[in-house]
């Protein structure tokens, strides 16, 4: 039986995009399984949190995100369009967001159509990488999409009918990754422990291996 881990991620999150080739390295070399369950940012969840941080909360952030993926060796910028809507002036997060919900449901269906790694790789890389200005305009996204062995328009069409139902299921992720030890993402949950952020991800496998994870 495979050693399971429950991946609670945001599109919204660039130490989210830092983590995903390496939970597909993860599959591909051991003997595990990445259970990708997609959460909406904290921004939407708790639009009060940037609010109410200390200026330095986000400017370190900036800094060290850049900083981490220059280590990985992956490029990142902020993305442009943000996923999330923000007024800077004010750090406060409009009600109305018109990417992230969507996002966010289309990442519940990859995952429900065991294609959820590689939609986030697709998808992460398109948004964060800074190849593209305007991710969301022209095809883009389909073809992020399509890299994953999807065809976006047939995943819309369900997200768009079927939102009530995966809107429930990103609320119980919501709620079971608070339950797994923490309110952030990326977290990965192993055997009832979390490893919260991707600097976590070597700690992780270490523990796996512990656990008697072995390699493909």
Same mark, same amino acid.
């Given at each position: 039986?495979?050693?399971?881990?429950?991946?609670?991620?945001?599109?919204?999150?660039?130490? *989210? /995009?830092?983590?995903?080739?390496?939970?597909?390295?993860?599959?591909?070399?051991?003997?595990?399984?990445?259970?990708?369950?997609?959460?909406?940012?904290?921004?939407?969840?708790?639009?009060?949190?940037?609010?109410?941080?200390?200026?330095?909360?986000?400017?370190?952030?900036?800094?060290?995100?850049?900083?981490?993926?220059?280590?990985?060796?992956?490029?990142?910028?902020?993305?442009?369009?943000?996923?999330?809507?923000?007024?800077?002036?004010?750090?406060?997060?409009?009600?109305?967001?018109?990417?992230?919900?969507?996002?966010?449901?289309?990442?519940?269906?990859?995952?429900?159509?065991?294609?959820?790694?590689?939609?986030?790789?697709?998808?992460?890389?398109?948004?964060? *990488?800074?190849?593209?200005?305007?991710?969301?305009?022209?095809?883009?996204?389909?073809?992020?999409?399509?890299?994953?062995?999807?065809?976006?328009?047939? @995943?819309?069409?369900?997200?768009?009918?079927?939102?009530?139902?995966?809107?429930?299921?990103?609320?119980?992720?919501?709620?079971?990754?608070?339950?797994?030890?923490?309110?952030?993402?990326?977290? @990965?949950? /192993?055997?009832?422990?979390?490893?919260?952020?991707?600097?976590? /991800?070597?700690?992780?496998?270490?523990?796996?291996?512990?656990?008697? @994870?072995?390699?493909?």
């Amino acid at each position: 039986m495979s050693h399971v881990v429950d991946l609670y991620w945001s599109f919204r999150s660039p130490y *989210s /995009y830092l983590v995903v080739p390496r939970l597909l390295e993860l599959e591909r070399d051991f003997d595990a399984h990445v259970n990708v369950r997609p959460v909406l940012p904290i921004a939407v969840r708790q639009p009060e949190f940037f609010a109410n941080s200390d200026p330095l909360w986000f400017s370190y952030l900036m800094r060290d995100c850049v900083r981490s993926a220059e280590f990985a060796g992956l490029p990142l910028r902020w993305p442009r369009p943000d996923p999330v809507v923000m007024d800077f002036a004010t750090r406060t997060y409009p009600k109305d967001q018109p990417h992230i919900h969507r996002l966010t449901r289309l990442g519940v269906l990859a995952a429900e159509q065991g294609k959820g790694l590689a939609v986030l790789r697709a998808v992460s890389h398109l948004i964060w *990488s800074g190849e593209v200005d305007g991710w969301h305009e022209g095809d883009h996204l389909a073809q992020a999409f399509a890299k994953a062995g999807c065809d976006l328009a047939e @995943m819309d069409a369900v997200q768009m009918a079927e939102a009530e139902r995966l809107d429930a299921a990103i609320k119980q992720n919501e709620a079971d990754q608070r339950e797994g030890g923490h309110y952030g993402v990326p977290l @990965m949950v /192993y055997d009832g422990e979390p490893f919260f952020g991707q600097d976590r /991800y070597d700690q992780l496998v270490w523990r796996m291996r512990q656990k008697g @994870m072995a390699g493909r």
